[in-house]
């Protein structure tokens, strides 16, 4: 039985030997490797309790200070670094000087940094970011979850996937034509930031000529305090949800996801919203996603024009768009992870 560094940039907090974070698919992505004998997991301690909470009996989470102490254990491990962060990355060159082999370490990207890092701190981010990657992806081995990621060319795919059984189950196909003479169900989820196009979203949903209304799941707290939730009230803002049948009720209680963003790579939330036959909406600058989705992914114009357009069409045809959504083999959580062991231990 193998052993195993895992690197992420998420704070844990443990209660009773149960770990929790706030992403879930960090959460997927350790679980790659239940089999293993152990996992070694570097990562910062939070004093506050999070959101989704994993019970994984072989784990064994090592700070910053104790790094040190694993030494001896580190040089015939397998190593995985979760995106690349400036604590990431200090701790991957960490590894390297105390004997890692590079040959066995792997730099999971998720994002696409350049871009999250340029938008949240302008040219002197992108800077710092780019230098990071170059330095780190002249020594390991790179994972991606798109060719379009900037500046990645010699990399090893692997989609990422939340979908399990239960997000498979009872799909339903709206049986009734649906109408715009009455209210259509949008929805976002995901963080409430600049670089998500969350503001834009807000922007183009106040303009909306239609009848309709906008949910907001997963509100960052960080960015967004209360005193600014938006005064429409159709708009409405919930709650991160770490409830599997909530979240997925969410989705059935939608007509449309909207997925306002400027910048990604795989999201989990075309999958989630696939899984549940429902409609996704994005945005020109990501339109090449619609190579990895085939159907009901629809690209629009960032004004109210061509979005209240794709709407309408959409509505329009919704039964035979669902039809289509129905014929696509999604890829789950299992596929994921089976992905993931194989490429580690080289199968």
Not at 137 to 165: A, D, F, W
Not at 313 to 324: M, P
Request: with cysteine.
């Amino acid at each position: 039985m193998s052993e195993i560094i895992i690197v992420s940039n998420d704070k844990f907090f443990l209660k009773k030997k149960k770990f929790f974070n706030s992403n879930k698919n960090t959460f997927t992505i350790i679980n790659c490797f239940n089999k293993f004998k152990k996992i070694y997991l570097i990562a910062r301690i939070s004093k506050k309790d999070l959101k989704f909470g994993k019970n994984i009996k072989n784990i064994q989470i090592v700070s910053f200070l104790k790094i040190l102490r694993i030494k001896n254990q580190i040089k015939n491990k397998e190593v995985l670094i979760i995106s690349l962060t400036p604590y990431n990355f200090l701790i991957s060159f960490l590894l390297i000087i105390i004997g890692a082999d590079r040959k066995k370490m792997y730099l999971f990207l998720r994002s696409d940094g350049f871009y999250e890092y340029s938008i949240n701190f302008g040219i002197i981010g992108k800077l710092i970011y780019g230098i990071m990657l170059n330095l780190l992806k002249k020594r390991l081995n790179i994972l991606t979850c798109s060719t379009s990621l900037t500046h990645i060319h010699k990399s090893k795919l692997i989609y990422p996937s939340e979908i399990t059984n239960q997000w498979l189950n009872n799909r339903k196909i709206q049986n009734k034509k649906k109408n715009l003479k009455r209210k259509i169900k949008l929805m976002y989820l995901g963080r409430l930031r600049k670089e998500k196009g969350y503001n834009d979203l807000l922007e183009l949903f106040n303009q909306l000529k239609i009848k309709a209304s906008l949910s907001i799941v997963g509100n960052d707290f960080k960015y967004l305090k209360k005193k600014d939730y938006p005064k429409n009230t159709n708009i409405k803002i919930f709650g991160q949800v770490s409830s599997l049948k909530r979240l997925i009720k969410y989705y059935d209680n939608a007509d449309i996801f909207i997925l306002p963003s400027y910048s990604e790579a795989y999201p989990q939330v075309i999958l989630e919203s696939f899984s549940r036959l429902k409609p996704v909406i994005i945005f020109n600058e990501i339109k090449f996603l619609k190579k990895n989705f085939s159907y009901g992914l629809f690209n629009c114009d960032r004004n109210i024009e061509s979005f209240e357009k794709t709407i309408k069409k959409i509505i329009e045809n919704y039964k035979y768009i669902q039809s289509n959504i129905l014929k696509i083999k999604i890829h789950t959580q299992k596929n994921f992870q089976t992905q993931m062991y194989n490429i580690i231990k080289k199968k």
